[in-house]
């Protein structure tokens, strides 16, 4: 599927009509309606912000993943309760999002009652970005960390072969007076989708990003997608990160590794077949002031030494522009997106 | 405190005798027994470890701060048991470690119970080594997060003037067949201990590290610390990261931002009163194979894909010389250690 603005004619869809088109791709491609609809819902949300390279841009991905047969898109996910503030999920080969719904009342319950919990969720795919499995706790005033290992893509800093994944970090709280703080950085240079978006635009990535099939640095996209790999962002600090994402994600949910799991039985498999984990604090608990009060005074500072943007700030103003004004598709891709539906 | 190595003549004390000096030094300027212990052994380990920006160079930045008034020497720390996962300790504008060592068992108790826990410091005082926090857990099987803020100097990414601290994060996993896998990264692209030495040895800084007071980059130590600010690592990642830590370590727990403490009327006063978040996970609540078989095997594929050396590896090395054969003092620094202590 191209990237945005690849074709001058581009249409425009609302919210709930992109949700609708894409949960009919999921159930037509042999998902159960409960995972179509959290699915769709993620992707939708994702285009809505304009984090295009977590939004329809995965479309394909997901249904040539669906039609290998290298995901349960009809799984049902079983929630434990392992203790007063442990919740374990077993995904059952299906995806991630849905086995967060299913175990998330009492991931809040336990947050709210022991002032921490934590969700380890196993034998799951992860395709979409992380920040709407955080962002929603601190709508509901609960502070959230997530973090999620992929498939071997990244060359762990003084290595000489790629091993970790992207192995995103996100993080979300609440503040008093505007949308939650939320980021979601992927612990390598730069992410999977957008070297993929370079690729197909023909354009070029800084230096430091990536590494060709001989191990040596390239800034051409393509040379690291076809044999090469990423490097870690911040070089030791950010592999020390991506190495306590492979723990915290797999050895500790019961999971795969980013380097474990074989999809080459399954031509068409995109989705990493591993593990996430969140930590969920009721920041309540605290003595002193409320914490919205004082996450709000921080990003008062943060403004106050010169600082324009927060992280979050560009996807809360391109969501307020999509539900105002729509999602702008290019025509191709809404086309397209219509095909995979049977319209 | 010159840095080691300064000077051609050396000494050789053992990591018992260096504590008991340490232990002395802090009683005499003011602390309690209890707190001098905590100190001393924290100060000592890190000497031992070879991680010198943590270790006896801070002696006289404790001593200052001690005889400064700033910091209460003989504050006992409240611990509150407010949930069932989570522990909350007013240090009483006394260091942070005794605060830790007080609230421990209670901390343990309720991650083996709960499966995680977490520990909020608040009106406390850090000015060491993060690790030496997180490693004692691992130690007992349990995986274990921490964050401490500090002082003002760091411009977050796109900011124009200094606002979070050095903020570091620090994480420690057993691992089956070694010591644990453990890190400590500052969030800064510096520690500003190693500013502090490279400023006293005359050595230029690599290009990225900070700036000068007139907001330019300068690799000069010199000019970051008289006037000049330090970087995040990894730009708005490690910015992210760093902002993340603050809300944390501050506004979860009720302590002071790093922006937030005046110390100008306490000349001499070198220790951030800030506060400290740890998370610590049981992992043996995880259902499938043991957690520290799984790091282990993780450990082993970094190996495979050519990684020298893991975090922390070299501390480990340079502590099993140390208690073979003695911590090594440059025979300037052991003088003035003792004259501290009053031999």
Redesign the interface.
């Known amino acids: 599927m191209s990237a945005p603005h690849d074709h001058a004619v581009s249409s425009t869809v609302s919210l709930d009509e992109l949700t609708q088109l894409l949960e009919t791709i999921f159930t037509r491609h042999g998902t159960s309606a409960e995972v179509a609809r959290t699915l769709a819902a993620n992707c939708a949300n994702a285009e809505r912000d304009g984090a295009h390279s977590h939004g329809v841009f995965r479309i394909p991905g997901y249904v040539s993943t669906l039609n290998s047969g290298w995901v349960n898109g009809q799984a049902v996910p079983k929630v ?1 309760d ?5 919740v ?1 999920v ?1 995904a059952g080969n299906g995806f991630a999002q849905p086995a967060l719904a299913a175990a998330r009342p009492l991931l809040v319950e336990k947050a709210r ?6 969700l ?1 969720i ?1 034998n799951s795919h992860h395709f979409a970005a992380l920040w709407p499995d955080v962002e929603p706790f601190a709508d509901e005033g609960l ?1 959230a960390l997530s973090v999620v290992n992929s498939m071997t893509c990244v ?2 800093h ?6 970790f994944g992207t192995n995103p ?1 996100a ?1 979300a ?1 609440p503040r008093a007076d505007g949308a939650p ?1 939320v ?1 979601d ?1 992927a612990t390598s240079a730069i992410a999977h989708g957008d070297v993929q978006i370079a690729a197909r635009k023909g354009e070029k990535l800084p230096a430091g990003m990536g590494v060709d099939s001989l191990g040596q640095p390239t800034c051409d996209p393509k040379a690291i997608l076809e044999g090469g790999a990423l490097l870690p ?6 592999s ?2 991506s ?2 994402v ?3 994600a ?5 999971g795969n ?1 980013s ?1 474990e799991f074989d999809w080459k039985n399954h031509p068409g498999a995109k989705t990493p077949w591993t593990g996430q984990l969140l ?1 969920v ?3 309540s ?5 409320s ?1 919205a009060e ?2 709000q ?2 990003v008062r ?2 403004h ?6 927060l ?1 979050g700030d560009r996807r809360h103003l391109q969501r307020a522009k999509s539900l105002a004004k729509g999602i702008e598709l290019d025509q191709q891709t809404l086309s397209q997106l219509r095909e995979l539906a049977g319209e």
Chains 1, 2 share one sequence.
């Open positions: 434990e392992v203790a007063s503030g442990f374990s077993d009652s022991a002032g921490i919990a934590v380890a196993r502070v060359v762990p003084g290595a000489d072969r790629p091993l970090i993080f709280a703080i980021f950085l962002f911040g070089g030791h600090k950010g020390a990160l190495m306590m492979e723990l915290l797999a050895a500790l949910t019961g590794f380097f930590i604090i009721d920041p608990k605290t003595a002193g002031q914490f004082r996450s005074e921080l500072q943060m106050g030494v010169g600082l324009k943007r992280p």
